[in-house]
């Protein structure tokens, strides 16, 4: 294949990737209400399940991330999947995926929206999407808990956490602050420990090598 052939094979891979970022957020952006978490199911459905272009933990860990960072969840998790396909240009193309519809649809029903919004029917249809977001979420969380609660002190934080968030109505970016820095220092300790652990074994190696010689 000359060089020129695998160029142009290459730029229409890259270009291929480029709309199936772009299509599969525009998916996302139009079939889920709500944004942020209530993305989550349809983002396990198509990024994970479908597209298999990160998985579990990843996922996991955009949520996170985005949690952390200032901006709209949903399109913070959409730059970075689209980076991590195909660069500065796959998130850019993720991102207007995602942002898309909702634009689409807001300017819609901006000329709209005043005339419908009181009626009875609308109302209730609202309602029941409020609903049906609220049994997949459930249904999502439980799965993600079974794989992020790994060990006593997971469930203890998370325990925590929801008691200070839904009882004491403490914000979330202290809860996500707090975690942070929590995760900073258990790692900082067990690399120490690992540290202490290989010197411990190198001055064993040294002791018995000394012995052997004696």
Known sequence: MSKNKKDKKDKKEFFKILVNLFLSFFKIGSFTIGGGLAMLPMMEKELINKKKWINDEELLDYYAVSQS???????????????KEAGIIGGIFATLGVITPSWIIITILAFFI?????????????????????????????????????????????????????????????????????????????????????????????????????
């Open 69 to 83: 960072t200032p901006g709209i969840i949903a399109v913070n998790v959409a730059t970075f999947v689209g980076y």
């Open 114 to 214: 005043n005339s419908i919004s009181d009626y009875p029917m609308v109302q209730k249809a609202l309602k029941g999407v409020n609903v049906a977001v609220a049994a997949l979420l459930t249904s999502v969380i439980i799965k993600f808990s079974k794989k992020t609660i790994k060990n006593v002190y997971n469930a203890i934080f998370m325990l925590i956490s929801f008691v200070l968030v839904f009882f004491f109505k403490v914000p979330s970016f202290w809860i996500i602050i707090a975690a942070l820095l929590i995760g900073v220092l258990l790692v900082l300790i067990q690399d120490k420990k690992k540290i202490k652990n290989q010197n411990l074994n190198e001055e064993n190696k040294i002791e018995n090598s000394e012995e052997v010689e004696k």
